[in-house]
């Protein structure tokens, strides 16, 4: 069974930093992409990273480019996103995702989700 | 940037009625269109995948068809379980984008 746990969620002050885990289990993590899809409160969902299988390939969304940096350690089967930065507008819960490639495309869709976990910025 | 935008925003419906959510993209994505079911609370779950490929596990009442930029989601017969927001994702290029979502509510 597949399974996405996030953690590293919580309330920090604007400009300070953090890092969320993702640990996963039920599938050769080495083998697919991985990605972080936000929502903030009572708002949709919102891409905000993604890293590749082997992790030579990273993308970001403009509105965390520079400030956020994904990564993954395919050893530990877990995945990474380092928030540093932060401001009142990240307040969201991050959600770690699996892709699902399709076509010719490296993305695809994304098949599994953790439950997500909180990151408040607040002072 | 490509830009996915839904419609209707919301929609309200009764259980055994046929619904029908589109989604259109800024510019052809051909097949790469996804859809997803949020429930409250809940984490999202993938039910269409390349515009018209059911998931695995996902009720044969869900289908959606479409290519380059106009995709529907069509909701056969509504049960209660499906009163929930939906969203499409284009995953063509980077960013991925998501539509802004439609809420789907019991009438």
């Known amino acids: 069974e597949v399974q996405l746990l996030e953690s590293g969620g919580g309330l920090v002050q604007p400009g300070g930093s953090l890092r969320l885990s993702c640990a996963a289990s039920?599938?050769?993590?080495?083998?697919?992409?991985m990605n972080w899809v936000r929502q903030a409160p009572g708002k949709g969902l919102e891409w905000v990273s993604s890293?590749?299988?082997?992790?030579?390939?990273?993308y970001y969304a403009d509105s965390v480019k520079g400030r956020f940096t994904i990564s993954r350690d395919n050893s530990k089967n877990t995945l990474y996103l380092q928030m540093s930065s932060l401001r009142a507008d990240d307040t969201a819960v991050y959600y770690c995702?699996?892709?699902?490639?399709?076509?010719?495309?490296?993305?695809?869709?994304?098949?599994?989700w953790g439950q997500g976990t909180l990151v408040t910025v607040s002072s | 940037d490509i830009q996915m935008t839904q419609s209707p925003s919301s929609l309200s419906a009764s259980v055994g009625d046929r619904v029908t959510i589109t989604c259109r993209a800024s510019q052809s994505i051909t097949t790469y269109l996804n859809w997803y079911q949020v429930g409250p609370g809940k984490a999202p779950k993938l039910l269409i995948y390349a515009a018209s490929s059911l998931q695995s596990g996902v009720p044969s009442r869900f289908s959606g068809s479409g290519s380059g930029t106009d995709f529907t989601l069509t909701i056969s017969s509504l049960q209660p379980e499906d009163f929930a927001t939906y969203y499409c994702q284009q995953c063509s290029s980077t960013p991925i984008t998501f539509g802004q979502g439609t809420r789907l509510e019991i009438k």
């Open positions: 890293i590749r299988n082997t992790g030579g390939g990273t």
């Open positions: 039920g599938f050769t993590f080495s083998s697919y992409a």
């Open positions: 995702a699996k892709s699902k490639p399709y076509g010719t495309g490296w993305y695809g869709a994304n098949d599994y």
